[in-house]
């Protein structure tokens, strides 16, 4: 990653407070369910055409290999730059649809719109994940679960601005999301950017990271309260920008760690120099060969020509060393092992299902004769949040007192799953919010443990391309399971002859009652099934990578990848 690396304290905890605010802006997918019924209007599509207009999204949201590639080329400003070109595109054509300032757009291109729109989020998460993880290698847990509980988090905040500022109009959400993700990664240009990581763990970074945990779960729990405030009492519009005042305040509250460090300076004791970060205190885990050298991380491609070169002139002679899990990959090389087909697998089973009831929460309410998607968006997000926030912490404590694995939260999650689908295919209007909040707490530990797992099993100097590749199993698991959802409704819908009138003379077919989407969930719950049995099989192969690194049992992997 090219640039001056920022030594000190401060530095790391300013990138991953501009972070928090990159990661809130980057859920923009999360929020199709909120828009989606304005888009059908506007387009006059059924719901089959529909299911794929939020594929688009999750397909946009998980094209992150073009970023993981130059992740460590380019500074992340640059790639900030890119999201916010990007999102202001995709998600201005897509306003100009639903507004009906430009004439009649076609289907194609609102796809292409809703992908270029929700990759934004690709952009930002990459620099803004990247950059954290190698800013704080000791904490990899703690920051996947905090940045991705933040991302899981976007749904709720453009629910609370839907509501509460834009008044429940879907063009100005979109105009909303047109502006405003751009003018976040221009904010954030200055502050994300590759420092000095701390080696050594310490106790006022553990107290950091636990402030920022607590703030964000208040964040989370203040946000669904918010949104589900106006359904008991009748908010003014100055209440309304109050709530989201105190909202803005929150995903402030990050910053006071840097602003704590610069007021109140610590003082070396006597006896310790100015340079104590350099203790020598054997670290927990120890550092890879790319924990070391962040602020110069080399390009590999340039090394592999340099190597072939050397080879063909006769001046090196041994072939390189296969890496073994727990060093760094190569992402070629992570390619050919196991492990990272299995973790792909669990990773499209897990997040493909539930993306998939996300995209079509709005109908899935109707079904059940639930009115309005807001409150249900905004359990979901909360669930989300807490399952990316408590993935990370869970897991960490898990990994360093027993040295399990962190695909265990995996597997009992996909056991959930298989209850919670079951749940669903009943179509029951009273146990729908429980259902919808248990599905997004699922959904949101695969990514926080999915982040981690890839990066302890195959470094961190090629992570950006790993975790992407992994990534882009959403959408594959959205096309797959959305295309089945969108078929049984719409053949539900034709059975009912049930058609809504709205907006004038345009019509939409509409489902009513458990048949709409009960096969959808059957299968649902029989693949999180395979995805148990996937979970198990992984985490049996992966334990000795996790008793070498966390625990110092016996293994054939090193501590350390360097050489």
């Excluded at 005042?245 to 070396?268: C, H, N, Q």
């Excluded at 099989?537 to 360097?562: D, E, H, K, M």
């Amino acid at each position: 990653m090219p640039g001056a690396v920022k030594a000190g304290s401060r530095p790391p905890w300013l990138g991953l407070g501009a972070a928090v605010w990159l990661q809130a802006s980057a859920g923009t997918s999360s929020a199709f369910a909120l828009y989606s019924h304005a888009l059908k209007v506007a387009l006059g599509a059924d719901q089959s055409r529909v299911a794929l207009l939020g594929v688009a999204c999750n397909v946009g949201d998980s094209l992150g290999l073009l970023p993981g590639v130059v992740c460590n080329k380019l500074h992340p400003a640059l790639l900030l730059l890119v999201a916010a070109a990007s999102g202001l595109l995709g998600y201005g054509v897509t306003w100009l649809a639903v507004s009906g300032l430009a004439p009649a757009l076609p289907y194609w291109l609102i796809w292409i719109a809703l992908c270029m729109g929700s990759n934004s989020g690709a952009w930002m998460s990459t620099a803004a994940l990247v950059t954290n993880m190698r800013n704080f290698p000791l904490s990899r847990g703690a920051v996947a679960g905090i940045l991705k509980g933040y991302s899981g988090l976007s749904a709720a905040v453009y629910t609370a601005i839907y509501t509460g500022a834009l008044h429940g109009s879907a063009a100005n959400l979109l105009l909303f999301l047109t502006l405003g993700v751009a003018i976040v990664c221009l904010l954030a240009m200055y502050f994300v950017r590759p420092c000095e990581p701390s080696l050594v763990e310490n106790s006022s970074e553990r107290v950091h990271f636990l402030f920022v945990q607590i703030n964000s779960a208040l964040l989370g729990v203040y946000l669904v309260c918010a949104t589900t405030l106006d359904r008991f009492v009748t908010l003014t519009p100055a209440l309304n920008y109050s709530l989201i005042a105190i909202m803005v305040i929150l995903i402030l509250a990050p910053f006071a760690i840097p602003v704590k460090m610069t007021l109140f300076r610590s003082v070396p004791r006597k006896g310790t120099s100015a340079a104590a970060d350099n203790d020598q205190t054997e670290p927990f885990l120890l550092p890879s060969s790319s924990e070391q050298n962040f602020g110069k991380i080399e390009d590999e491609d340039a090394a592999d020509i340099d190597l072939l070169l050397a080879e063909g002139e006769g001046a090196v002679k041994q072939k390189r060393r296969r890496p073994k899990r727990g060093e760094d990959f190569r992402f070629r090389e992570a390619l050919l092992k196991a492990d990272f087909w299995l973790l792909f697998a669990v990773f499209f089973i897990g997040v493909g299902s539930g993306v998939t009831v996300l995209n079509n929460l709005a109908q899935v309410g109707t079904a059940a004769g639930v009115v309005g998607t807001t409150i249900s968006v905004s359990l979901f997000s909360l669930g989300n949040f807490f399952g990316r926030l408590g993935g990370g912490a869970v897991s960490d404590y898990f990994v360093r007192s027993r040295t399990l694995p962190r695909t265990v939260l995996i597997t009992c999650t996909q056991v959930v799953m298989i209850v919670n689908y079951l749940v669903f295919a009943l179509g029951l209007k009273a146990t729908l919010y429980i259902s919808v909040a248990i599905l997004g707490v699922c959904y949101g530990v695969h990514f926080s443990v999915m982040v981690s797992t890839s990066s302890e099993l195959f470094g961190l100097k090629q992570f950006g391309k790993i975790y992407n590749f992994i990534l882009l199993a959403n959408p594959l698991g959205a096309l797959v399971f959305s295309s089945l959802a969108g078929y049984v409704y719409d053949h539900e819908a034709a059975k009912q002859h049930s058609v809504a009138a709205v907006a004038g003379s345009d019509h939409v077919m509409v489902c009513y009652g458990p048949s709409c989407f009960r096969l959808t969930f059957f299968v649902l719950s029989g693949m999180a099934c395979l995805g148990t049995f996937l979970s198990v099989i992984l985490t049996v192969r992966i334990r000795p990578v996790y008793q070498t690194l966390y625990g110092g049992g016996p293994s054939s992997q090193p501590r350390s990848s360097a050489h």
